[in-house]
């Protein structure tokens, strides 16, 4: 991970510099992720009118 790879080497390293470019394109796909989601999430919708005995009476028919 970053974390180990930036304790062994420098910050040029290519090991340091591939890891920080995975880093990056996790955060863009996360950000992108989570842009997408709220577009598609469900609009909150009211509740059902309660239910009366009459209402039952009709369906039952």
């Known amino acids: 991970n970053l974390a180990d790879k930036q304790s062994r080497y420098t910050a040029k390293h290519?090991?340091?510099v591939a890891a920080q470019a995975q880093l990056n394109a996790?955060?863009?796909?996360?950000?992108?992720?989570?842009?997408?989601?709220?577009?598609?999430?469900?609009k909150p919708t009211a509740a059902p009118p309660?239910?009366?005995?009459e209402d039952i009476a009709k369906l039952k028919k």
């Open 50 to 53: 309660p239910t009366t005995k």
């Open 14 to 16: 290519p090991d340091v």
């Open 26 to 42: 996790a955060l863009g796909q996360l950000a992108s992720a989570k842009a997408n989601a709220k577009t598609i999430a469900p």
